[in-house]
């Protein structure tokens, strides 16, 4: 189970934050925090499942978006972004990506 959180906003719609473990074998041994922006808690989870991520679930909300990463999930397009989860609490300022570079295959090496 993941830890994570939602927070509805005045449109009615919600911003959902998840950790999750790094689901490439190249992101290491780290997780992930994900963002989705979605009508409801049910569609966000929905849009990580489409993607292969399968067995996410939310129960609770024991780490709900913070301010910050609302407006960077609001003023992203596609509303769906990522970066690696910090260790003991450290804060290290990392950019924002799109769920496409987590999810990228690595190219296949021919030779």
């Known amino acids: 189970m993941a830890a994570g959180g939602f927070c509805k906003l005045p449109n009615?719609?919600?911003v959902v934050a998840?950790?999750?473990p790094s689901p490439t074998p190249a992101g290491g041994s780290g997780g992930v925090r994900v963002l989705v922006h979605a009508q409801n808690r049910a569609r966000a989870l929905t849009r990580l499942r489409n993607l292969?991520?399968?067995a996410i679930y939310l129960r609770?909300?024991?780490a709900p978006p913070t301010p910050d990463e609302i407006t960077a999930v609001l003023h992203h397009p596609d509303g769906l972004i990522w970066r690696t989860?910090?260790?003991n609490d450290?804060?290290?300022m990392e950019l924002w990506r799109?769920?496409?570079a987590l999810?990228?295959?690595p190219a296949v090496v021919q030779g």
């Open 60 to 62: 609770g909300n024991a």
């Open 12 to 14: 009615g719609t919600v």
């Open 52 to 54: 292969g991520l399968r």
């Open 18 to 20: 998840l950790n999750l």
């Open 90 to 92: 450290v804060t290290v």
């Open 103 to 105: 999810l990228r295959r």
């Open 85 to 87: 989860a910090p260790d």
């Open 98 to 100: 799109p769920i496409r």
